[in-house]
């Protein structure tokens, strides 16, 4: 199988879940990397080169394709008109699949396709999709023309609607990260007061959900999440009671962006019910191994 974004946030996290589940795994990212133990085989290739790209899919010929690799920058992702490069090569790298036989092919979406707006759980197929961003109208784009063209191809598509996910390698400038590295260091932490009511799922249980779906033979939309809504503020103190500091910080020392919506809550019904993954992580377990693993890139800076 061929996984994009191989050395990201989720993909490291893939990496091991599929080799534990017998794949042979093809691990593609722009820059030359060191696989762990396994059945694996690297390849440095930037998918937004035609010609390195088709010469890759040629030479592999995968019979499926977990397709992660994206523009994932805090603070630049969402705006970011790399997002039309990325449908363009996106949409290449399914044509080059199908042309070389591919059967299965998973791509990773977002809730950002979703209508902010929407009041209740946002659900695949009641939910309309409606972005805000850029960001969200380009992987909605190719969400929706991967599907209609997979129906011509008469190849196996789904499409996996993340919505926050938190763990051990995530980038600076996201809350948890942040959060923890903050108080590590001994640093006062400001935030928002964290009224906002998100759904928040562990890597690991991203990536299991993930490659049971790459797995399975459930096509459409799947919402990967882990269906609980809490409070972001529970998030943040769950992650500095964790650190050993949450008097570093403060709640309400920055404002949310007004254009925040209050809440966003997936319907997993697909996941649960046809998937058939539920998450194995509590927010206490997965905050834990967070902090901990920041604390170990803390000691060994």
Known sequence: MLLTGATGFIGTALIPVLLAKGFEVHAVARKAFSPPPGNIITHSVDL?????????????APPYCLHLAWNAIPGRYLT???????????????????????????????????????????????????????????????????????????????????????????????????????????????TSLGTQIRDYMYVKDVANALTCLLDGQVEGTVNVASGIARPVSEVILAVSEAAGRPDLVELGGRESPVEEPQSLVAD???????VGYEPSYTLIEGVCETVNWWRSQIRND
């Open 80 to 190: 970011t008109r790399e997002n039309l490069l990325w449908t363009a090569a996106t949409l290449g790298l399914y044509h080059d699949f199908v042309t070389c036989g591919g059967r299965r092919f998973l791509g990773v979406g977002s809730c950002a396709e979703y209508d902010w707006s929407y009041d209740g759980l946002l659900k695949e197929a009641d939910t309309p999709y409606r972005p805000s961003t850029l960001y969200g109208s380009a992987k909605e784009a190719s969400h929706r023309l991967l599907q209609e063209s997979a129906l011509l191809d008469g190849v196996s598509f789904a499409w996996a609607h993340l919505f926050f996910t938190y763990g051990p390698g995530e980038s600076p400038g996201r809350l948890v990260s942040d959060i923890a590295r903050g108080c590590l260091n001994g640093e006062v932490v400001p």
């Open 268 to 274: 997993v019904n697909r996941l649960r019910n046809e």
């Open 48 to 60: 937004m080169d035609l010609a390195a790209r088709r010469a890759l899919v040629k030479s592999v």
